[in-house]
């Protein structure tokens, strides 16, 4: 049972630099989501997805790119990082609204950016 | 405006005292879900309990229960009997069905488990 698989784990990144977070999900959910988490802001949705080709942006999303070209996969970019960005990041998916049906996350990346 | 608020940032409770999470939510939607995680220290976001706003009964899993009071827009989360292993993030969560089905989560509280 893989579920919600991100890496990498730890990230370390210099300002300017690019990389992508990889998120996988073996469940067929249609809704995937990527949220950022710092201290005493909770969680706050960066781009989301309700099926492959279609995304669109959370409460966040400067400094981010998605795609969804499969159910699967949803890869968040970051094209030019900042210390901003420093945050702890989480993949998530989800059937489409059903009465309780919750979403599933997956374990997290902790990217620094220096 | 904030859509789910939790105004409690920290929380202290006994070992095997009852503890009750405030959660306030905002919306004009007929149609949601309320939702309750946990986030240990190792990071993991772990589902705790649902509530769908046309449920007439408060929720209940195991230890954990729903406070649901639609009208005060209100879901506040009891944890009975209170062990050690309790101590975390708690984290309170809405799903609104016409916006976009995203969840949208509040700041948090910690709450802390004492011997």
């Known amino acids: 049972n893989a579920g919600v698989t991100q890496t990498p784990k730890f990230q370390v990144l210099k300002t300017g630099q690019s990389m992508t977070l990889q998120c996988a999900q073996d469940?067929?959910?249609?809704?995937m989501s990527w949220y950022r988490q710092d201290p005493g802001m909770g969680l706050r949705l960066i781009h989301y997805?309700?099926?492959?080709?279609?995304?669109d942006q959370g409460e966040v999303p400067n400094g981010y790119n998605v795609s969804r070209s499969t159910t699967e996969d949803f890869p968040l970019r970051l094209l030019s990082a900042a210390p901003s960005q420093t945050s702890v990041y989480f993949c998530?998916?989800?059937?489409?609204?059903?009465?309780?049906?919750?979403?599933?996350f997956g374990e997290g990346s902790w990217l620094t950016v220096v | 405006a904030q859509k789910i608020t939790q105004t409690q940032p920290g929380m202290f409770v006994q070992e095997k005292e009852a503890v009750t999470l405030d959660c306030t939510y905002d919306?004009?939607?007929?149609?949601?879900?309320l939702f309750w995680y946990k986030q240990p220290s190792s990071g993991e976001m772990i589902f705790l309990i649902y509530?769908?706003?046309?449920?007439?009964q408060n929720a209940t899993e195991g230890r954990y229960s729903l406070n649901f009071q639609k009208a005060r827009k209100s879901a506040n989360l009891v944890i009975s009997a209170s062990q050690l292993g309790d101590s975390a993030m708690y984290f309170c969560?809405?799903?609104?069905?016409?916006?976009?089905?995203?969840?949208?989560f509040g700041p948090g509280t910690r709450l802390s488990v004492l011997p």
């Open positions: 469940m067929n959910h249609e809704y």
């Open positions: 919306t004009s939607d007929p149609s949601y879900g």
């Open positions: 997805s309700v099926g492959a080709g279609i995304t």
């Open positions: 509530q769908g706003s046309y449920d007439q």
């Open positions: 998530a998916s989800s059937y489409q609204w059903r009465s309780g049906n919750t979403i599933y």
């Open positions: 969560a809405m799903r609104e069905v016409e916006r976009g089905q995203n969840f949208v």
